[in-house]
C-alpha cells in the first residue's frame, strides 16, 4: 500500500511540472517569436519480481512475469519551432523570419545568443539594436540624414539619403539556423545560446539553401494555440485529482487495516 502512496507521489509532482510548463507556454501567448514548450515524460525503473521468459517448470516458461513500476518523471522540455502567424506591423524595422533561422544578437560579453524577435530599433550612434539595446549582428548603422530604410527578403538593407537620387546599401542582415534548434537553450529575453546539442551555427543568407526569408514591417506572433494549452490544461488537472484519488484511496485502505487488525 505504502508503494501505492509514491507512485502517486511521482505523479503529482510530474503534472505539477506540467501544469507550470503550460502556465508559461499561455504567458507567453503575445510574446512576439515564442516557441512553445512541451513535457517529455518516462515511466521509472520496474521491480522485477518474476523475470519474463522465466522457468516455471521443467519445460514451461512464463510469458509475461511480474514487473511492477514504480512511478513517472519528467524527463525534459522540448521546444517547438513551428513558426507563429505572421503580423503586420508597417513599421520598418520589425523583421519575421518566415521560415529556418534566427537573428544573431551580440551579447555584452562578446559571445553570440539567437532569436525569432524582430522587433527592432535604433541606438543613439544610429546602430540596429534588440528591445535591450543588444547588438543585431552583423552589426548595421542607420545614418541620420537616412529618410527610409528597406530591408529586401535577401537581407539587404539600404537607406535613401536626403539629396541622393540612389539609394546607399547600409549592409546584410543574415540569417542563422542549427541542425537541431531543440537543442537550444533558453536563457529568456526571447534569446537562445548554442549548445553541444544544438550543433555549431550555421549563417547565411536570408532565402538560400533552406533558410527563412525575411519580410519587412512584420512579426512572427508566439506559436502557442490557446486552445490546444487549455485542452491540455484540463487533462493534466484531470490527472492530478486522479492520483490525488489514488493517495486518498491507499490511505483509506492503510487506516482499515490499522483499525481492523
Do not use: H
Not at 111 to 125: E, K, L, P, V, W
Not at 136 to 150: E, F, H, N, R, Y
Not at 164 to 186: E, K, M, R, Y
Amino acid at each position: 500500500m505504502n508503494q501505492a502512496l509514491w507512485i502517486s507521489k511521482t505523479g503529482l509532482s510530474a503534472q505539477d511540472t506540467r501544469l507550470a510548463t503550460i502556465s508559461n507556454n499561455l504567458a507567453n501567448a503575445a510574446t512576439v517569436g515564442y516557441k512553445r514548450d512541451s513535457v517529455v515524460f518516462e515511466d521509472l525503473l520496474y521491480q522485477i519480481r518474476r523475470q519474463p521468459g522465466a522457468q516455471s517448470s521443467q519445460n514451461t516458461q512464463l510469458p509475461s512475469g511480474l514487473q511492477v513500476g514504480t512511478g513517472v518523471r519528467v524527463i525534459g522540455t522540448q521546444k517547438e519551432f513551428s513558426d507563429g502567424s505572421v503580423q503586420i506591423t508597417e513599421k520598418p524595422l520589425d523583421l519575421a523570419i518566415v521560415g529556418r533561422g534566427f537573428f544573431e544578437i551580440l551579447m555584452p560579453d562578446g559571445t553570440s545568443a539567437y532569436s525569432r524577435n524582430g522587433q527592432f530599433q535604433i541606438n543613439a550612434d544610429g546602430e540596429i539594436v534588440n528591445a535591450r539595446g543588444l547588438l543585431l549582428q552583423p552589426s548595421i548603422t542607420v545614418p541620420d540624414d537616412a529618410q527610409t530604410v528597406s530591408i529586401s527578403s535577401d537581407g539587404i538593407v539600404e537607406a535613401q539619403i536626403a539629396g541622393q537620387a540612389a539609394a546607399q546599401t547600409l549592409g546584410n542582415i543574415t540569417v542563422t539556423n542549427f541542425i537541431n534548434p531543440t537543442g537550444l537553450q533558453s536563457i529568456g529575453s526571447n534569446l537562445f545560446i548554442e549548445t553541444a546539442a544544438s550543433g555549431t551555427p550555421q549563417q547565411g543568407e536570408p532565402g538560400i539553401d533552406g533558410l527563412g526569408r525575411l519580410e519587412q514591417g512584420a512579426l512572427e506572433n508566439s506559436n502557442v494555440d490557446v486552445v490546444e494549452e487549455l485542452v491540455s490544461m484540463i487533462t493534466t488537472q484531470r490527472t492530478y485529482e486522479m492520483n490525488s484519488k489514488v493517495i486518498s484511496t491507499a490511505d483509506q485502505m492503510l487506516q482499515y487495516i490499522s483499525q481492523n487488525l
